[in-house]
């Protein structure tokens, strides 16, 4: 499933082969957390955009419209019309932000509903079930995402509870992929590895859960408190036990810096939120840096968001209309910077990738990932 074509350092360029089509990567994922990318995109413009996979919420779809109701309309993909690849989250992520609304067993997890209130457990076979529901080429094992800083002791027992459920959802899995309804009978099951900053922590757990053979792993609760430094070593630390033959997504990170960074320390797939939630804020990503359109310069600046972009958006409007839009309210402004902004992520792995193929990333890497860190 997974064919390693360029390696460069520890950075890999690679092909993934889902039910839905085969992915490049290093590869950025569009998050459509409702089956939808806010700012008002559809699933043929994410096509236009470059977008090669999309992530959906388990969590969120559990609860409105129902994974059930999903299901019945044919899974995921034919309900949102994108016939790409999808990867859904398990809900973990989500749950350890409902902290204070909460409670953690051996089964799994008991929290309330941000939207009525009314109680729902999640456990790993009831997370699979619901992923399983809809369809989604690539499933995320049930796992507790815990905050840093964080006590050593109970990272230590967090990180073994998520294995004894990695377990759970692996042969839940099995068992709903074999149902003579399934959605997506080739639904694959990726691992998670957890253990906060401890390195000690994480590289055990990283070495049980590669025993299990998983199609990928997942480095996750990282970007919930630590520095970038230590989000940093902790990849090194990681990837030394991770697969070489298998895909490694490092979740809800990040920045475009932050992309090329894992690149270089040997990520292939990368999932945030920040290129729609910055540009429906005005904060859009150029390869000179980071502009907020809204500022007073831009009033009359008849130049495109970025004059080495080709995106549809910088192709046909300039600074001046975009600025004017998000002044007057109009959501077309959002729209406009919604779709830059995830042109440019999926542009940048694009970028990557093709300097991996030429031998050049390291060079790439100079040239770039501190410059797109700076705020114009």
């Known amino acids: 499933m997974f064919k390693i074509k360029n390696v460069?350092?520890?950075?890999?360029?690679?092909?993934?082969?889902?039910?839905?089509?085969v992915v490049q990567t290093p590869?950025?994922?569009?998050?459509?957390?409702?089956?939808?990318?806010k700012g008002g995109l559809s699933a043929d413009d994410i096509k236009g955009l470059k977008c090669q996979i999309e992530l959906s919420n388990t969590y969120h779809l559990h609860l409105r419209p129902g994974d059930r109701l999903i299901k019945d309309l044919g899974g995921l993909h034919k309900f949102m019309r994108w016939d790409g690849p999808i990867l859904t989250d398990s809900g973990g992520f989500q749950i350890f932000s409902l902290a204070k609304l909460r409670k953690i067993t051996e089964e799994g997890t008991t929290f309330s509903s941000h939207i009525d209130g009314r109680k729902i457990f999640m456990g790993p076979e009831e997370s699979m079930r619901i992923q399983s529901n809809l369809g989604s080429d690539i499933a995320m094992a049930f796992d507790e995402c815990v905050g840093i800083p964080?006590?050593?002791?109970?990272?230590?027992?967090?990180?073994?509870?998520?294995?004894?459920?990695?377990?759970?959802?692996?042969?839940?899995?099995?068992?709903?992929?074999?149902?003579?309804?399934?959605?997506?009978?080739?639904?694959?099951?990726?691992?998670?590895?957890?253990?906060?900053?401890?390195?000690?922590?994480?590289?055990?757990?990283?070495?049980?859960?590669?025993?299990?053979?998983?199609?990928?792993?997942?480095?996750?609760?990282?970007?919930?408190?630590?520095?970038?430094?230590?989000?940093?070593?902790?990849?090194?630390?990681?990837?030394?036990?991770?697969?070489?033959?298998?895909?490694?997504?490092?979740?809800?990170?990040?920045?475009?810096?932050?992309?090329?960074?894992?690149?270089?320390?040997?990520?292939?797939?990368?999932?945030?939120?920040?290129?729609?939630?910055?540009?429906?804020?005005?904060?859009?990503?150029?390869?000179r840096g980071v502009i907020n359109i809204k500022n007073e310069k831009y009033s009359r600046d008849i130049s495109p968001i970025d004059e080495c972009c080709d995106c549809p958006v910088?192709?046909?409007?300039?600074?001046?209309?975009?600025?004017?839009?998000?002044?007057?309210?109009?959501?077309?402004?959002?729209?406009?910077a919604v779709m830059h902004n995830l042109y440019f992520y999926n542009n940048l792995t694009e970028k990557i990738r093709t300097a991996l193929e030429n031998g050049r990333f390291a060079e790439f890497r100079r040239e770039h990932s501190e410059t797109l860190a700076k705020r114009i």
């Open 314 to 336: 910088c192709r046909g409007y300039s600074r001046a209309y975009i600025r004017h839009l998000f002044a007057s309210g109009e959501m077309l402004g959002l729209r406009l």
């Open 8 to 21: 460069e350092g520890k950075a890999r360029r690679g092909e993934f082969t889902t039910p839905h089509g």
């Open 27 to 37: 590869v950025f994922m569009n998050v459509g957390t409702q089956a939808a990318i």
């Open 150 to 287: 964080a006590e050593y002791d109970y990272v230590k027992k967090s990180a073994d509870r998520t294995y004894r459920w990695l377990l759970r959802c692996r042969d839940e899995i099995k068992k709903l992929n074999a149902e003579e309804d399934a959605v997506n009978p080739g639904q694959m099951l990726f691992g998670i590895n957890q253990g906060a900053v401890y390195k000690d922590i994480r590289i055990e757990h990283m070495k049980k859960i590669a025993e299990l053979d998983l199609p990928g792993y997942a480095i996750g609760g990282l970007a919930v408190g630590e520095t970038t430094g230590e989000m940093y070593d902790t990849i090194e630390a990681v990837n030394e036990y991770a697969p070489e033959n298998k895909p490694r997504y490092l979740m809800g990170v990040g920045t475009p810096s932050n992309i090329i960074e894992g690149v270089w320390r040997g990520v292939d797939f990368f999932d945030c939120v920040m290129p729609a939630r910055n540009g429906r804020h005005g904060h859009l990503f150029t390869w």
